[in-house]
């Protein structure tokens, strides 16, 4: 800070430098100074050490200060100035507006404060200031002087010196800026502020106006005669920039909300027709129906449900909404749940996935379902950008601390202009017209976030176009006990049979309604349902269910309504078993429901194995 101070003031001013208040104490007593520029915080004598021996010593008394300092608070800048320093600036500054403080410092030092203005002989000192400077006068705030500067910048011209402050600017009557610089006359204190509204007339009008201001008070040996200079920079302009660039950042937060309850509730949309069409698919399965047609109706479904999924994942973890269920877990655990999740694209587009990772050794802690969500993308936009029947390799090694695993493939490529824009939200190659490629380009940003959220890494080499793509996963490795051995994943339940189990199904979308209806009913369960809260309460009393399947977003009384009528009416001798079957499914909806009393929450659309799963699981 030395050196920079002395660089900047040396273009103008002879300057000697000295690395503390000691220093300086000897060095003001020794040559004489026209102004001290002294940071507070110097080793053995501080800045207000120095301000001490300065003015307790008649010779030195009168000696401008300036204190530097990094206490942006109000309280630090009083001390400075009670402590008896002239102008006080906070760290970070900016140079010109420490060069304008000098100036002015200097200025009024070589005008000698104790003389009368009219002895002075320094007037050109004073009119030359690079910045406005005004002199007044007395309890009236007689404008005595005005530098050139002022001039330029004010309603103030040369006839009206000697005119009182307020028969110039009436408008200033009962503002702060008058009785502002009577204090500083009346104590001697300067008076600093940042951005002082000001209210001006302008034309008809009064406009709201901001200024920079520093009120100075001019030492006399006569007590009458008080004099201020004012030196002042209007900054309107950067305060209304200011506002406007806050007003937007607003705007833009809103905004972003408003894009993030849209997606939440685009993906509810979405998600209730899909979900009786699948169930309704499903249902043909059970009853040997299945046709290649419907194959292709549910693959078509199960491509557009990855979709919804991927809109809703951006939304919740660009909002921190996303918490991550940690547990120890072997990386070879998490490739073959990515490879289940990936495998429909990868057979269907027949390429060949050969891994090279050990089962034990690779372990990390992390989120098993979200960390496979990581790899199946980066599977899914290897087989998408990779020609029919290509080779996709997975492979995985330890090395300095961390677990790194490599996905590489033989296709497309990325041209070297998009390696470090593909992991950015709607990022993708370009496409022909037909867009065979499919997809909203959100696969590799949601990877990126998962990623980061477990502290690790993922970048993308490419040697170019037609030169296959091999992305990077780095994790941190795990240290201490291994996980346990949980590599086998959960056998799919047979069809099911009961004892005519009761399910109640409210739904206002009749056809989801009807179509989970056919399938329990086929599995052996009887069913009613009910299109809205009001008549599921009145089904329930004499139907007497033992699972409810509860829509949330239902006409009359929602879902969570409707729970609590449910269970308060329920037959006491029965239990009643209530899921919520909706298209609501961010974590605040699932702790809604949970406190509700639902004892599982299913987002449509809903894989009906597993909703019989759920249903058998309770009924037991």
């Given at each position: 800070?030395?050196?920079?101070l002395?660089?900047?003031?040396?273009q103008?001013?002879?300057?000697?430098?000295?690395?503390?208040?000691?220093?300086a104490?000897?060095?003001?007593?020794?040559?004489a100074f026209?102004?001290?520029?002294?940071?507070v915080?110097?080793?053995?004598?501080?800045?207000?050490?120095?301000?001490?021996?300065?003015?307790?010593?008649p010779?030195?008394?009168?000696?401008?200060?300036?204190?530097?300092?990094?206490?942006?608070?109000?309280?630090?800048r009083?001390?400075?100035l009670?402590?008896g320093?002239?102008?006080?600036?906070v760290?970070?500054?900016?140079?010109r507006?420490?060069?304008?403080?000098?100036?002015?410092?200097?200025?009024?030092?070589?005008?000698?404060m104790?003389?009368?203005?009219e002895?002075?002989?320094?007037?050109?000192?004073?009119?030359?200031?690079?910045?406005?400077?005004i002199?007044?006068?007395?309890?009236?705030?007689?404008?005595?002087?005005?530098?050139?500067?002022?001039?330029?910048?004010?309603?103030?011209?040369?006839?009206?010196?000697?005119?009182p402050?307020?028969?110039?600017?009436?408008?200033?009557?009962?503002?702060?800026?008058?009785?502002?610089?009577?204090?500083?006359?009346?104590?001697?204190?300067?008076?600093?502020?940042q951005?002082?509204?000001?209210?001006?007339?302008n034309?008809?009008?009064?406009?709201?106006?901001?200024?920079?201001?520093?009120?100075?008070p001019?030492?006399?040996?006569?007590?009458?005669?008080?004099r201020?200079?004012?030196?002042y920079?209007?900054?309107t302009?950067?305060?209304?920039?200011?506002?406007?660039?806050?007003?937007?950042?607003?705007?833009?937060?809103?905004?972003?909300?408003?894009?993030?309850?849209?997606?939440?509730?685009?993906?509810?949309?979405?998600?209730?027709?899909?979900?009786?069409?699948?169930?309704a698919?499903?249902?043909m399965?059970?009853?040997?129906?299945?046709?290649?047609?419907?194959d292709?109706?549910?693959?078509?479904?199960?491509?557009?449900?990855?979709l919804?999924?991927?809109?809703l994942?951006v939304?919740?973890?660009?909002?921190g909404?996303?918490?991550?269920?940690?547990?120890?877990?072997?990386?070879?655990?998490?490739?073959?749940?990515?490879?289940?999740?990936?495998?429909?694209?990868?057979?269907?587009?027949?390429?060949?996935?050969?891994?090279?990772?050990?089962?034990?050794?690779?372990?990390?802690?992390?989120?098993?379902?979200?960390?496979?969500?990581?790899?199946?993308?980066?599977?899914?936009?290897a087989?998408?950008?990779?020609?029919?029947?290509?080779?996709?390799?997975?492979?995985?090694?330890?090395?300095?601390?961390?677990?790194?695993?490599?996905?590489?493939?033989?296709?497309?490529?990325?041209a070297?202009?998009m390696?470090?824009?593909?992991f950015?939200l709607?990022?993708?190659?370009?496409?022909?017209?037909?867009?065979?490629?499919?997809?909203l380009?959100?696969?590799?940003?949601?990877?990126?976030?998962?990623?980061?959220?477990?502290?690790?890494?993922?970048?993308?080499?490419?040697?170019?176009?037609?030169?296959?793509?091999?992305?990077v996963?780095?994790?941190?490795?795990?240290?201490?006990?291994?996980?346990d051995?949980d590599?086998?994943?959960?056998?799919?339940?047979?069809?099911?049979?009961?004892?005519?189990?009761?399910?109640?199904?409210?739904?206002?979308?009749?056809?989801?309604?009807?179509?989970?209806?056919?399938?329990?009913?086929?599995?052996?369960?009887?069913?009613?349902?009910?299109?809205?809260?009001?008549?599921?309460?009145?089904?329930?009393?004499?139907f007497?269910?033992?699972?409810?399947?509860?829509?949330?977003?239902?006409?009359?009384?929602?879902?969570?309504?409707?729970?609590g009528?449910?269970?308060e009416?329920?037959?006491?001798?029965?239990a009643?078993?209530?899921?919520?079957?909706?298209?609501?499914?961010?974590?605040?909806?699932?702790?809604?429901?949970a406190?509700?009393?639902?004892?599982?929450?299913?987002?449509?659309?809903?894989d009906?194995r597993?909703?019989?799963?759920?249903?058998?699981?309770?009924?037991?």
């Amino acid at each position: 800070m030395r050196t920079y101070l002395t660089r900047l003031l040396g273009q103008r001013w002879a300057v000697e430098a000295v690395p503390d208040g000691e220093a300086a104490l000897k060095a003001a007593k020794n040559r004489a100074f026209d102004l001290v520029v002294a940071d507070v915080m110097m080793p053995r004598v501080d800045g207000f050490g120095l301000l001490r021996g300065l003015r307790s010593d008649p010779e030195l008394s009168t000696i401008p200060v300036i204190m530097i300092s990094a206490g942006a608070s109000e309280d630090a800048r009083i001390a400075g100035l009670e402590a008896g320093a002239d102008d006080y600036l906070v760290k970070p500054f900016d140079a010109r507006e420490l060069l304008a403080r000098v100036s002015t410092r200097v200025a009024l030092r070589k005008l000698g404060m104790s003389i009368a203005p009219e002895r002075w002989g320094v007037h050109d000192v004073f009119a030359h200031a690079p910045i406005p400077l005004i002199m007044l006068h007395g309890e009236d705030l007689v404008v005595e002087m005005a530098n050139s500067a002022s001039l330029s910048t004010s309603r103030i011209d040369r006839n009206m010196l000697g005119v009182p402050l307020l028969e110039l600017a009436p408008e200033l009557t009962g503002q702060a800026v008058p009785e502002l610089l009577r204090e500083v006359m009346r104590t001697g204190v300067p008076y600093t502020e940042q951005e002082l509204p000001v209210k001006l007339q302008n034309g008809d009008r009064l406009e709201e106006t901001y200024w920079n201001v520093i009120f100075a008070p001019l030492r006399s040996a006569s007590r009458n005669d008080r004099r201020v200079i004012a030196i002042y920079t209007e900054v309107t302009a950067q305060v209304e920039a200011r506002r406007k660039l806050e007003a937007l950042t607003i705007e833009l937060e809103t905004a972003s909300r408003t894009k993030d309850e849209f997606l939440a509730m685009l993906g509810h949309e979405l998600r209730n027709p899909l979900s009786p069409i699948l169930t309704a698919l499903e249902l043909m399965r059970l009853r040997g129906q299945y046709s290649r047609e419907q194959d292709i109706i549910e693959r078509q479904i199960s491509h557009l449900t990855r979709l919804v999924d991927d809109l809703l994942d951006v939304s919740r973890i660009t909002r921190g909404k996303v918490e991550l269920k940690k547990r120890r877990i072997e990386i070879a655990e998490v490739v073959a749940r990515s490879i289940e999740i990936a495998s429909p694209l990868l057979e269907q587009r027949a390429h060949r996935l050969e891994t090279d990772l050990p089962r034990r050794g690779l372990a990390v802690d992390a989120d098993l379902d979200r960390l496979a969500q990581v790899f199946a993308n980066l599977l899914t936009n290897a087989a998408k950008y990779s020609d029919q029947g290509s080779r996709i390799v997975v492979s995985a090694e330890r090395g300095d601390g961390v677990i790194r695993v490599r996905v590489r493939d033989f296709g497309i490529g990325i041209a070297p202009d998009m390696i470090g824009k593909v992991f950015g939200l709607f990022v993708q190659e370009s496409q022909s017209l037909d867009r065979s490629r499919g997809g909203l380009g959100l696969g590799l940003a949601i990877a990126k976030n998962l990623v980061e959220m477990h502290k690790g890494t993922v970048a993308a080499f490419s040697d170019g176009p037609a030169t296959g793509t091999e992305m990077v996963v780095e994790l941190p490795a795990a240290h201490g006990d291994e996980p346990d051995d949980d590599l086998t994943d959960d056998g799919m339940d047979s069809a099911l049979r009961t004892a005519r189990k009761r399910i109640l199904v409210v739904d206002d979308n009749d056809d989801a309604a009807t179509m989970l209806k056919f399938a329990f009913e086929e599995l052996g369960y009887a069913v009613e349902i009910a299109n809205d809260g009001p008549s599921a309460l009145r089904i329930a009393k004499s139907f007497r269910p033992d699972v409810a399947l509860l829509d949330i977003g239902l006409p009359v009384m929602d879902g969570y309504e409707l729970a609590g009528r449910l269970l308060e009416q329920r037959d006491p001798t029965r239990a009643l078993h209530l899921v919520a079957v909706t298209g609501y499914g961010q974590e605040a909806d699932l702790r809604k429901s949970a406190k509700a009393g639902f004892e599982d929450h299913l987002v449509k659309p809903v894989d009906l194995r597993k909703l019989e799963r759920v249903v058998k699981q309770l009924v037991s």
